[in-house]
C-alpha cells in the first residue's frame, strides 16, 4: 500500500482538523511539514501531536525542500490561487484546500483550469457530505423510499461563502453529481460583502437541474432557523422532496423521514452532534483522498469538477441577481467573472430588520 507524503499550510482551527485527518490515516500520510506565518501556532500544533514534522514560515520552501506528494492549505478565502500555482510549481499529486474555493469566478475558473492542466487531484473540504445524518438521507433516497426525486431545499443560517458553498455541494451529490442547467437568484445586504467569507447578507433562488429535479435555496439573515441561536454555524438543513415523501438531514447529525415505509409516521433522528463528529469527518475526507491516489478511478467525492461547478451555481445566484434575468449554465466567458466587486459597487442599501428577526 503506498504511503503520501503530506505538507501542509495553515495551523488554524481548520488546519488542525486537517492535520488531524493525516494522521487517523497514519498508514496512508505522512506528514513530513507544516507552515505558518504565525510560527508559535505552527511549533504548538506539531508539539501537541508530538509530530515529527518540520515547521516552516514560507510555503514556496517548505514545497522546495519535502517536495511532497499531497499538499494541503487551510488558509482564509483570500489567499487560494497563490497555493495553487505553488502546487503547480513544486509539481505535487494531489492538493486539498478549503472552502469556499474562490472569491471569484475569474479565480475559481484559473484554479481549476490550472489542476486540470497539470493533472492535479484536487478536493475541497464540503465534507459534511460524510456525516451520519447525510448518508441517512443518501439510503432513503437510494432505497427509493421517497419515491423520485423532485426538489431539493437547503437553508443555512450562515451567508453563501460561508455554508451556502458547502449545502449547493451538498444538493449535487444528493442529486447524484447532475449537473444545473439554470439559476435565478435574489440578494440583499452589503454588510457581508466587506467579510472575509464576501456575500450579500441573504441570497435565494432557484436552481434547475438536468435530470428535472429543481432546488430552492435560502443563505444568510432572513433564513428559516431550526435550532437554538448558539448553534448559528450548524443551523442549515437539506430537505429532499420525492413523490411519495421526504427525508431531511442538518448539520448537527440530526434527520427525519416520512415516506411510504414509514407508515403515515414521521420519524427523526439524533446523531452524533456535529462537535464530535466533525474530526471524523476529516478522516474519511483524507482515506478517500489516499483511495483517489491510488487509482485514479476512483474519484473523490469533494473533487475539484463538482466543486468547480457548485462555485458557478453560487456565482450564477448572484449573477441572477444584479441582472433580473435568468442564468444559464455553464457560465459564458462574456459573463461578469467578479460578482462581489460587482455587488460592492451597485448593490442598493437594505437595512437590516430589528434583531429578533435577524442575527
Ligand atoms: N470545511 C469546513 O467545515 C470549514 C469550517 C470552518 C472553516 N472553514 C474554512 O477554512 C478556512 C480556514 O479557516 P480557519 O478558521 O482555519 O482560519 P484561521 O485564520 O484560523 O487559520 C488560517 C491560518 O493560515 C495561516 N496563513 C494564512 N496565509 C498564510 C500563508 N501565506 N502562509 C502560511 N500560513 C498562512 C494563518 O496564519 C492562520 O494561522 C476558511 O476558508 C474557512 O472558510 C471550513
Not at 414509514?262 to 474530526?279: D, F, K, P, S, V
Request: some cysteine; charged content about 25%; proline content about 4%.
Amino acid at each position: 500500500m503506498n504511503k503520501y507524503r503530506v505538507a501542509q499550510v495553515g495551523c488554524g482551527a481548520r488546519g488542525e482538523i486537517h492535520l488531524d485527518g493525516w494522521l487517523k490515516n497514519g498508514d496512508r500520510f505522512d506528514v513530513k511539514a507544516v507552515c505558518d506565518l504565525d510560527q508559535e501556532k505552527a511549533h504548538r500544533v506539531v508539539k501537541a501531536r508530538n509530530l515529527p514534522a518540520k515547521v516552516y514560515a514560507d510555503a514556496d520552501k517548505m514545497l522546495a525542500d519535502i517536495k511532497p506528494d499531497v499538499f494541503c492549505f487551510s488558509t482564509l478565502p483570500n489567499v487560494r490561487l497563490s497555493m495553487v500555482e505553488l502546487a503547480v510549481k513544486h509539481q505535487v499529486k494531489a492538493l486539498v484546500f478549503e472552502k469556499p474555493m474562490a472569491t471569484s469566478l475569474s479565480e475559481a475558473l484559473k484554479i481549476t483550469e490550472l489542476c486540470r492542466r497539470h493533472k492535479i487531484l484536487a478536493a475541497v473540504s464540503h465534507q459534511q457530505k460524510y456525516l451520519t445524518s447525510f448518508a441517512k438521507l443518501k439510503s432513503v433516497l437510494d432505497a427509493g423510499e421517497i419515491g423520485k426525486l423532485q426538489r431539493i431545499d437547503v437553508s443555512c443560517q450562515a451567508w453563501l461563502a460561508q455554508l451556502g458553498t458547502h449545502y449547493i455541494d451538498y444538493i449535487l451529490w444528493a442529486n447524484g453529481g447532475k449537473r444545473a442547467k439554470w439559476v435565478v437568484g435574489h440578494a440583499h445586504g452589503k454588510e457581508l460583502l466587506a467579510n472575509h467569507h464576501p456575500s450579500p447578507n441573504f441570497t435565494m433562488g432557484q436552481i434547475g437541474l438536468e435530470n428535472g429535479v429543481r432546488a430552492i435555496v435560502q443563505f444568510g439573515k432572513l433564513s428559516p432557523s431550526y435550532m437554538g441561536k448558539d448553534d448559528f454555524w450548524k443551523d442549515n438543513r437539506l430537505t429532499a422532496y420525492g413523490t411519495h415523501g421526504y427525508v431531511w438531514c442538518d448539520t448537527d447529525g440530526r434527520w427525519g423521514t416520512f415516506n411510504r415505509t414509514t407508515h403515515g409516521e414521521m420519524i427523526t433522528a439524533e446523531g452524533e452532534r456535529w462537535e464530535i463528529q466533525q474530526r471524523k469527518l476529516q478522516e474519511f475526507f483524507a482515506k478517500d483522498l489516499a483511495h483517489w491516489l491510488d487509482d485514479g478511478a476512483k474519484v473523490h467525492p469533494c473533487n475539484i469538477d463538482i466543486t468547480y461547478h457548485g462555485y458557478e451555481i453560487l456565482e450564477a445566484l448572484c449573477l441572477s441577481a444584479m441582472e433580473y434575468r435568468r442564468v444559464d449554465l455553464p457560465l459564458k466567458q462574456s459573463d461578469p467573472y467578479d460578482m462581489f466587486a460587482r455587488m460592492r459597487k451597485d448593490l442598493p442599501e437594505c437595512p437590516e430588520l430589528p434583531p429578533e428577526n435577524s442575527r
